[in-house]
C-alpha cells in the first residue's frame, strides 16, 4: 500500500459530545505559485480544505482564519525545503498574523539523502510560524491538502512525530485511512500550548513549556526514539537559528546535550551554530564530537570541510569533502566545495574535473555551468 510523507490528518475525527467553544483565532496568509493561482478550482479546494482542518481543532478551541493571499515563487525546477524555507522570508508581509502557509506546485529535489525511503510533501518548524506544502497537479484534491495542512500546522503547537500509525502525528500518511486522530500525547501538548504565539517572542523562559511538554513525553518514553527534554530544547534552537538568534540556539543545543549527551545531531547542529559565530574551535570540538558518534553523516564530514575552508586549511577541507562523497557520490554541495578547493590551491584540472561531474548529475546546475566558464576564460 502506497505511503506518503509526513502527512495524517483526521478524516472522521473521534472526539467527546460536545465542541469546545473558540478559544484562540489564528490568522494566517497564504502564498501560492503561479499554476496553483491559475488553478481555477484553488479557492474552492482551499475553502473545503481548512474547513476540515477547522473540524480537526475544534476541540482544542482553535480556528484558523485566513487574512490575505499572495502570490509567490520557489526555487525552479527542485523543492529544496530548507532553501526555500530561507526563501520564505522575503516574502514575508507585516500583518500581523500568527502563521505563513506557502503552497507549491513545484517537483521535490529527487535526490535529497534525507528522505531515502518517503517523498516529503511538508516542513514547519516545531513552534514556528511558518509551513511549507509542495502538491503536485495529479495530487490535488481537497482530502489530501487537508491531510498536510493538519499534520504541517500541529508542528507549529508543538507536536512531534509518533510511531504510532494510528495518530495524526505519524510521519507517514495511508491515503485510504478513513478514521485518524491525534495520540494521547501530542494531544496533550497541544491544548497545553494553543494560547501561545507560536515561535514570536520566544525567549529562554520558553523552557518552562517545554518542560510541561517534555512531563507528557516522559510518560510513555519506551514509544519515543529520542529524549523527549533535549527535542524540545532542540526545537526551540532550531527557531533561534532560523532567526538568526545564535546566542539563544547555542543556549538550548547545550540544554539539549544535558538530557542526552549521545545524540550525534545535538552536537553536530551546536558545531554548525558556533561555526556561524566564527567560533572555530568550539566548533571543530562538537562537529568531530558528532562524527565521533555517527562516522557515516556525510553531512558531518562536509561542515567539516567548510570549517576548514574558512580557515583557510585546503588540504583539510579535501580530505573532508573526499569522505563525504565517499558516502554520498552525488552529494552536489560537497562536489561543488571541493571544486572551489581545488581552484584555490590552483589544481584546475582537478577542479573541473569536479565541476562536470556536478552537471552529470544535474545538468541544469547554472553555479557550475558559470564557474566552468569562468575557468576557461
Request: charged share 20%; glycine share 2%; with cysteine.
Amino acid at each position: 500500500m502506497k505511503k506518503i510523507f509526513a502527512v495524517l490528518f483526521l478524516v472522521t475525527f473521534i472526539h467527546s459530545s460536545s465542541y469546545c467553544k473558540t478559544k484562540r483565532i489564528v490568522n494566517y496568509d497564504i502564498y501560492l505559485d503561479d499554476e496553483l493561482i491559475q488553478n481555477n478550482k484553488i479557492e474552492e479546494l482551499l475553502q473545503f480544505s481548512f474547513q476540515l482542518v477547522n473540524d480537526a481543532y475544534e476541540p482544542f478551541g482553535v480556528t484558523f482564519v485566513k487574512n490575505e493571499k499572495f502570490k509567490w515563487t520557489p526555487k525552479s525546477n527542485l523543492f529544496d525545503f530548507q532553501e526555500n524555507l530561507l526563501l520564505t522570508r522575503k516574502y514575508i508581509k507585516q500583518n500581523n498574523v500568527d502563521i505563513q502557509i506557502f503552497l507549491s506546485s513545484s517537483k521535490l529535489n529527487k535526490n535529497s539523502q534525507r528522505f531515502k525511503q518517503s517523498t516529503p510533501r511538508g516542513l514547519s518548524p516545531i513552534l514556528g510560524t511558518k509551513v511549507l506544502i509542495t502538491i503536485e497537479e495529479k495530487e490535488l484534491n481537497k482530502i489530501y491538502l487537508s491531510l498536510l495542512l493538519t499534520h504541517e500546522i500541529a508542528h507549529l503547537f508543538g507536536a512531534y512525530h509518533v510511531n504510532n500509525s494510528n495518530s495524526i502525528m505519524f510521519p507517514y500518511i495511508d491515503i485510504h485511512h478513513e478514521s485518524i486522530k491525534f495520540d494521547s500525547n501530542n494531544y496533550k501538548i497541544i491544548e497545553l500550548q494553543k494560547n501561545y504565539n507560536f515561535s514570536n517572542g520566544i525567549d529562554k523562559s520558553s523552557a518552562n513549556i517545554i518542560g510541561k511538554i517534555s512531563t507528557i513525553f516522559l510518560q510513555d518514553k519506551d514509544k519515543n526514539d529520542m529524549n523527549p527534554i533535549s527535542q524540545g530544547y532542540n526545537a526551540l534552537a532550531y527557531n533561534y537559528v532560523y532567526s538568526s538568534n545564535l546566542d539563544s540556539a547555542e543556549f538550548f543545543y547545550l540544554e539539549a546535550i544535558k538530557y542526552d549527551s549521545n545524540n550525534c545531531i545535538l552536537y553536530k547542529n551546536l558545531g554548525v551554530t558556533y561555526l556561524n559565530k566564527y567560533e572555530y574551535e568550539l566548533s571543530e570540538r562538537y562537529l568531530k564530537h558528532a562524527l565521533f558518534l555517527c562516522s557515516n553523516d556525510e553531512s558531518l564530514h562536509f561542515n567539516l570541510a567548510v570549517l576548514d575552508t574558512s580557515k583557510s586549511e585546503f588540504g583539510n577541507s579535501i580530505f573532508h569533502l573526499k569522505n563525504a562523497l565517499e558516502l554520498n557520490p552525488n552529494y552536489v554541495d560537497a562536489i561543488y566545495l571541493l571544486a572551489l578547493s581545488y581552484l584555490t590551491i590552483l589544481d584546475t584540472n582537478n577542479s573541473i574535473k569536479q565541476l562536470e561531474e556536478i552537471i552529470k548529475i544535474d545538468n541544469t546546475n547554472t553555479k557550475a555551468d558559470s564557474l566552468l566558464k569562468i575557468i576557461a576564460q
